[in-house]
């Protein structure tokens, strides 16, 4: 009995110890939220235009150490206008190579609907690989999505970017909705920029554009905005 009552406080020990270390290394990471959002001229995703105009697009996120969760959403200005509300998560490693999946949802649907042929959500696998100013990343659809946007699984999207000292850019392909066939095509080829407009020692407000080439639907965007 001696044993027993000895044994199971031992054991009650090491569960606190264990619990104790857990929660001494979690306080090490710096883990916070973050806010922010962006106005943009036009909502351009991978050379596609979905928007009608301006629109508004806010983030909210938590990021612990490498890994950080978050929702991003774009919604235009004007009346009939796209909606998107995401949800994401990726995991960083310290030698450039990131994991992440992104959940696509379209307001106007119900969010609960998951199934094979009917649902409100469009998982995507996302990949990616930085290294000095080069950027790599892949993207794959994991599940028979939402019919009106075009999306299906097996989907593909891959892009490649260079960040020189004042400008981005990039290079990107996909099948599915992103070509109008639904081949494997080139439909996003672009130059951004960014600058810091200033309007005193202690606030400035980023701006950024893009001019964005389609050479599958022939058509040229430009999109500016600001971050706030």
């Known amino acids: 009995?001696?044993?027993?009552?000895?044994?199971?406080?031992?054991?009650?020990?090491?569960?606190?110890?264990?619990?104790?270390?857990?929660?001494?290394?979690?306080?090490?990471?710096?883990?916070?939220?973050?806010?922010?959002?962006?106005?943009?001229?036009?909502?351009?995703?991978?050379?596609?235009?979905?928007?009608?105009?301006?629109?508004?697009?806010?983030?909210?996120?938590?990021?612990?150490?490498?890994?950080?969760?978050?929702?991003?959403?774009?919604?235009?200005?004007?009346?009939?206008?796209?909606?998107?509300?995401?949800?994401?998560?990726?995991?960083?490693?310290?030698?450039?190579?990131?994991?992440g999946l992104t959940d696509y949802y379209y307001p106007g649907s119900k969010w609960g609907e998951f199934g094979d042929k009917i649902s409100s959500h469009a998982l995507e696998l996302n990949l990616g690989y930085e290294t000095g100013g080069l950027s790599l990343a892949g993207n794959y659809m994991l599940n028979n999505s939402i019919e009106e946007a075009g999306a299906e699984d097996g989907i593909m999207y891959f892009e490649a970017g260079y960040a020189f000292d004042n400008v981005?850019?990039?290079?990107?392909?996909?099948?599915?909705?992103h070509s109008s066939n639904g081949?494997?095509?080139?439909?996003?080829?672009?130059?951004?920029?960014?600058?810091?407009?200033?309007?005193?020692?202690t606030f400035s407000l980023p701006l950024f554009g893009q001019v964005i080439m389609n050479p599958n639907t022939e058509q040229l965007h430009i999109v500016v905005g600001i971050s706030l």
């Open 183 to 201: 081949d494997f095509q080139v439909v996003n080829i672009g130059i951004g920029t960014s600058k810091e407009i200033k309007f005193s020692d």
């Open 1 to 99: 009995m001696t044993f027993f009552k000895f044994h199971t406080k031992t054991k009650k020990m090491r569960r606190l110890i264990l619990l104790l270390a857990i929660v001494m290394a979690a306080s090490t990471i710096k883990a916070q939220f973050s806010v922010g959002t962006d106005l943009v001229s036009r909502y351009v995703f991978r050379g596609v235009d979905f928007g009608n105009g301006a629109a508004f697009q806010p983030t909210v996120e938590y990021a612990a150490g490498n890994f950080s969760i978050g929702a991003w959403g774009s919604f235009g200005l004007t009346a009939g206008s796209f909606t998107e509300a995401d949800l994401y998560a990726s995991y960083g490693f310290d030698f450039g190579l990131s994991l």
């Open 168 to 177: 981005d850019v990039f290079v990107g392909g996909g099948d599915g909705w």
